[in-house]
């Protein structure tokens, strides 16, 4: 859990900065640049990560993906912070905190829905409506199809999961038919 506390600091640390600054989606978006890259190349999180490397070796190495990526300076100072205080392998936390964190200042929040097919527009439209209606804040929606639902919907609101799906109802009749002993 000390890894999440750690996210949720230096989070809401950059959040602060970026927020007096109007910067909050500037950042987000490069945080996500910056974390899709470390997800593709290994090699390049190994080596900011590690501190068997010179810090001053992974800030030289932060600097020219800072200029290929034209991350803020301000941001580019923050990674190097956290390498600094060898904090860079709580990164991952740090972008998913600073997410949620933007998400709550800018009053939105994210929504995966899963469905057996592809929802067309007029169906995410609707349930958007819902969502927002229930939250009472602007809703990103990130739909996805799953054929193992069998039928209905799964939404996912931050950590709540409404199962609408026929899996789940056909699950739930299988364990109350177990537990009346038929």
Do not use: C, W
Not at 14 to 34: I, M, P, T
Not at 85 to 107: C, G, K, M, P, T
């Amino acid at each position: 859990m000390i890894a999440g506390s750690i996210g949720r600091r230096y989070a809401k640390a950059l959040l602060d900065a970026a927020h007096a600054k109007n910067k909050v989606e500037d950042f987000l978006g490069q945080l996500l640049s910056v974390q899709a890259l470390l997800k593709t190349s290994e090699a390049l999180a190994f080596l900011l990560t590690d501190p068997t490397f010179e810090a001053s070796d992974r800030k030289k190495v932060l600097h020219i993906l800072g200029e290929k990526l034209s991350l803020d300076v301000y941001l580019q100072n923050f990674l190097k912070l956290l390498i600094d205080h060898e904090r860079s392998v709580f990164f991952d936390d740090i972008v998913r905190a600073y997410q949620e964190q933007a998400d709550d200042l800018l009053n939105r929040v994210r929504v995966k829905i899963k469905s057996v097919g592809k929802l067309n527009s007029q169906e995410e439209a609707r349930l958007k409506k819902i969502v927002e209606k229930i939250t009472g804040k602007q809703v990103l929606l990130e739909a996805e199809s799953d054929a193992q639902l069998l039928g209905g919907v799964v939404i996912k609101i931050r950590d709540m999961v409404f199962d609408g799906s026929l899996k789940n109802a056909l699950h739930q009749l299988k364990e109350d038919m177990m537990s009346a002993g038929v």
